[in-house]
């Protein structure tokens, strides 16, 4: 029993750094998306913020993110980012 706990502490520890190591990836992806938003002039950091909305893991992330405005009647801007090595290599607006 004591060793079935001990394994259950183990694992939990584990899963949970690997859990928050993801996190912080797609928080730092969602930051690389926003600043290339802002670098060529497509939702400037100042009003928008960013939102995840979809993540699709692989060789070349791509990440989809919701720019909301902090400004009142402004639409918000749905873009996706393609992220290879940790580098913005095409942003799209969604329409």
Do not use: H
């Given at each position: 029993?004591?060793?079935?706990?001990?394994?259950?502490?183990?694992?939990?520890g584990?899963l949970?750094?690997?859990t928050?190591?993801g996190a912080?990836?797609?928080?730092?992806?969602?930051?690389?998306?926003?600043a290339?938003?802002?670098?060529?002039?497509?939702?400037?950091s100042?009003?928008y913020?960013?939102?995840?909305?979809?993540?699709?893991d692989?060789?070349?992330k791509r990440v989809?993110?919701?720019?909301?405005?902090?400004?009142d009647?402004?639409?918000?801007?749905?873009?996706?980012c393609?992220?290879?090595?940790?580098?913005?290599?095409?942003?799209?607006?969604?329409?």
């Amino acid at each position: 029993m004591i060793k079935n706990l001990i394994f259950s502490v183990v694992a939990t520890g584990v899963l949970g750094a690997t859990t928050s190591a993801g996190a912080t990836n797609w928080t730092e992806n969602v930051a690389l998306c926003a600043a290339a938003l802002d670098e060529q002039g497509i939702a400037s950091s100042q009003t928008y913020r960013p939102k995840l909305q979809n993540v699709r893991d692989g060789s070349t992330k791509r990440v989809t993110v919701k720019m909301t405005s902090t400004a009142d009647g402004a639409e918000p801007i749905i873009a996706e980012c393609k992220i290879r090595r940790g580098e913005v290599v095409d942003v799209s607006v969604k329409a």
